[in-house]
C-alpha cells in the first residue's frame, strides 16, 4: 500500500519543509494521479529542500523534480534526484529563458515569493508549458488580502482577482457584446483553462479544452450546425 503524501510528509522527510496541513487533501485531489507515471514537476520556493523531497518519494524515483529560488543558499538543500534552479520568478527575461530548456511539464506549484505581480506573472510566462490535461497550482493566496503588502479584498491587481477572471475564459465561447482589451488578452493567451478551483488559500487550474456539448432530444437531429 502506498503512502499517503501527508504520511510522507510527517513521518519520511530529511530535510526541512513548512507546509500547512490543509494544504494536503488538495494535492492529493490533483497530484495523486500522476504517482509512479514519471511526471515532470516544478515547484517555486525550495527553502529547506524538505518539499522537493517529499514531491520524489511521493510520485517516484522515476519522476524529474524541479525547484526553483532566488536564494542560491537552497543549493546547500539538494536532497537525491532533484533539481534546483536558481533565479528571480519576478523576472519575464528567467522563465523566457529557462521554460523552453525545460520543455513541456505535468505540474506546476508556485510557493515563492508569494507576491502577487510575481504570481500572475509566473502563470502567464509557464503556463504555455503545462502539459494539456495538465496542473497549475498557486499556494498561500491569502497574500491577496494582505493590506501592509498592498493588496486587499476585490483588489483588482491581486493574483486571486486574476484568476477569478480566468473562470470567465472556462465560458469564453458564451461572451457577447463588447469585449475589452483585457478580455480579449485572456481569451487569446488562456482559451485552454479548462477549470479553476478555489480551495482555502490555493487555486488550482486545469488544462485542458472546455466542452460545450448541448444534449440532443431529438434522434437524428444533427448538433454540428448548432
Request: aromatic share 14%; with cysteine.
Amino acid at each position: 500500500m502506498q503512502k499517503s503524501l501527508l504520511d510522507i510528509y510527517v513521518n519520511d522527510l530529511v530535510l526541512h519543509s513548512d507546509k500547512y496541513l490543509s494544504y494536503f487533501p488538495v494535492y492529493e485531489e490533483f497530484f495523486e494521479k500522476y504517482r509512479g507515471k514519471a511526471p515532470t514537476f516544478i515547484e517555486v520556493g525550495v527553502q529547506g529542500g524538505g518539499s522537493l523531497e517529499m514531491w520524489r518519494k511521493y510520485f517516484g524515483s522515476d519522476s524529474r523534480i524541479i525547484g526553483i529560488d532566488v536564494d542560491d543558499h537552497v543549493l546547500n538543500h539538494k536532497s537525491e534526484g532533484v533539481e534546483i534552479i536558481i533565479g528571480n520568478q519576478g523576472s519575464t527575461d528567467f522563465w523566457k529563458t529557462l521554460m523552453p530548456q525545460i520543455g513541456k511539464v505535468d505540474m506546476f506549484l508556485d510557493d515563492g515569493s508569494h507576491q502577487v505581480g510575481h504570481q500572475i506573472l509566473t502563470f502567464i510566462e509557464t503556463w504555455p508549458y503545462i502539459k494539456n490535461g495538465g496542473v497549475y497550482m498557486c499556494e498561500d493566496t491569502h497574500t491577496s488580502y494582505f493590506l501592509d503588502w498592498g493588496n486587499g479584498l476585490l483588489q483588482g491587481n491581486t493574483f486571486l482577482e486574476f484568476a477569478k477572471k480566468l473562470t470567465d475564459v472556462v465560458n469564453h465561447n458564451h461572451w457577447q457584446g463588447f469585449i475589452t482589451v483585457e478580455s480579449d488578452f485572456l481569451r487569446k493567451n488562456f482559451s485552454d483553462v479548462a477549470s479553476v478551483s478555489f480551495h482555502n488559500s490555493i487555486v488550482t487550474i486545469r488544462k485542458g479544452s472546455p466542452k460545450w456539448i448541448r444534449p440532443n432530444p431529438y434522434p437524428g437531429h444533427d448538433l454540428a450546425n448548432q
